[in-house]
C-alpha cells in the first residue's frame, strides 16, 4: 500500500501507511452490523409506531457516517476497530466541510454503484482516495499500532535533525512532541 508524508508545524515529515481497499471495506462491513443491530432494534423498540419507525431508521442511516466522522475524530466504529482515520492531505483532522463533502460523495462512489466506483478511484489514485476523498481533499490512514513507533522513527533520524527554529521548543522530548501531536 502506498505511504503518504505529511509535513508538520516543524519541517518534520510523519509518514502513513494509506489505509487499503481490504480494510476500507472490512471497516464499512462492521459499519454495516452496527446499523443492521441498530435498525432491528429501533424497529422492535418502535414497534406499532410505523411512521416513526421509519423517520428514526431512515436518519440514522443516512447520518450515521457523517455524524461519527465529524465527532468522532474522523472515524466511524468499523474504521475505529481496524485502526483508520479520516484526515487531510496535510494530515490534519478534517473539518466539518470537508466530512460533508465526503458524505455526499458516498452517495455516488459508494451507494449508486454498489462501492464499485470507489473500488476502483480507490485503487487508481495515488493517495488510496475515493471520489468523496478527492473532492475534499483528504484520505484515509491506517494508524500505527502505537505512537511509539512513531518516536522510534524519530530517534532514528538521529544527526539529520536540522536547527530548530523557535528556541522553546527545545524544552519539548520527543515523546512529549508525539504526545501533542497526538491531541
Known amino acids: 500500500m502506498a505511504n503518504l508524508d505529511f509535513r508538520m508545524h516543524q ?3 510523519i509518514r502513513f501507511e494509506a489505509a487499503s481497499v481490504g480494510y476500507r471495506i472490512l471497516a464499512f462491513m462492521i459499519d454495516a452490523i452496527i446499523v443492521s443491530i441498530c435498525l432491528s ?3 422492535y423498540v418502535l414497534e406499532g409506531i410505523e411512521a416513526l419507525s421509519y423517520l428514526v431508521v431512515a436518519i440514522f442511516v443516512f447520518m450515521y457516517h457523517l455524524i461519527f466522522e465529524m465527532f468522532n475524530k474522523g472515524q466511524s466504529p468499523g474504521k475505529k476497530i481496524f485502526k483508520l482515520r479520516v ?4 494530515g490534519d483532522l478534517p473539518t466539518a ?5 465526503r458524505w455526499i460523495f458516498r452517495l455516488v462512489d459508494i451507494g449508486m454503484s454498489v462501492g464499485l466506483l470507489a473500488i476502483a478511484s480507490i485503487m487508481s489514485s495515488a493517495k488510496s482516495q475515493r471520489l468523496g476523498d478527492l473532492m475534499a481533499g483528504t ?4 494508524r500505527p499500532d502505537s505512537y511509539m513507533d512513531k518516536l522510534k ?3 532514528s533520524l538521529q544527526g539529520k535533525v536540522q536547527e530548530i527554529k523557535y528556541k522553546d521548543m527545545k524544552k519539548y522530548t520527543d515523546k512529549e512532541m508525539i504526545l501533542l501531536k497526538k491531541y
Open 87 to 90: 484526515v487531510t492531505l496535510e
Open 153 to 155: 522513527e524519530i530517534e
Open 97 to 101: 466541510n470537508q466530512v460533508a463533502i
Open 139 to 142: 484520505t484515509v490512514i491506517k
Open 41 to 43: 432494534m429501533s424497529f
Open 11 to 13: 519541517n518534520v515529515v
